[in-house]
């Protein structure tokens, strides 16, 4: 795999999440919607219909979130696990702040995937970006809202 910070990768169980999310949506829940669109419509003027308003609304969010996965799932590029010395998406990285001995373990994940309670960083995170391609021995530095932090990589797994 080429590194290149600007693909989208998932693993293969968010693969079959969102296309199981995907199927759900296209189905039961644009049933649903239709059937609160007729029952509001049932109700009457449609200019101040409160129930109206809310079922185009997550009519509108559902179509948004349909055309999201799909566009994901026609792009994206399915990352399995290896071994590899260079960091890419899948990688477990263990890195060490300057000036501070404690170690933090991440894994690199797809944007889709992020969780920073799970320590999976996105590709697309300013670590994520500064670890992308790099080696162990290596150093990174990026900005965040209270200057510049840098790490050292101490291990990739």
Excluded: C, W
Excluded at 24 to 48: Q, V, Y
């Amino acid at each position: 795999m080429t590194p290149n910070v600007n693909s989208i990768y998932i693993s293969r169980e968010k693969l079959e999440d969102l296309k199981k999310e995907l199927e759900h949506l296209k189905s039961s829940k644009r049933k649903e919607i239709a059937e609160s669109l007729e029952f509001a419509k049932s109700l009457g003027d449609l200019s101040e219909n409160a129930e109206y308003s809310q079922a185009r609304e997550d009519q509108a969010k559902t179509e948004d979130r349909i055309l999201q996965i799909e566009e994901t799932l026609k792009s994206a590029i399915v990352i399995t696990k290896h071994h590899s010395s260079t960091i890419e998406v899948g990688s477990v990285v263990v890195v060490e702040k300057d000036g501070n001995e404690t170690k933090k373990k991440y894994q690199i994940v797809g944007s889709e995937e992020s969780n920073m309670k799970e320590n999976k960083i996105s590709n697309h995170s300013p670590l994520g970006q500064a670890l992308f391609g790099k080696k162990k021995g290596d150093k990174v530095s990026f900005k965040t809202p209270t200057g510049v932090t840098n790490y050292k990589i101490v291990e990739i797994e």
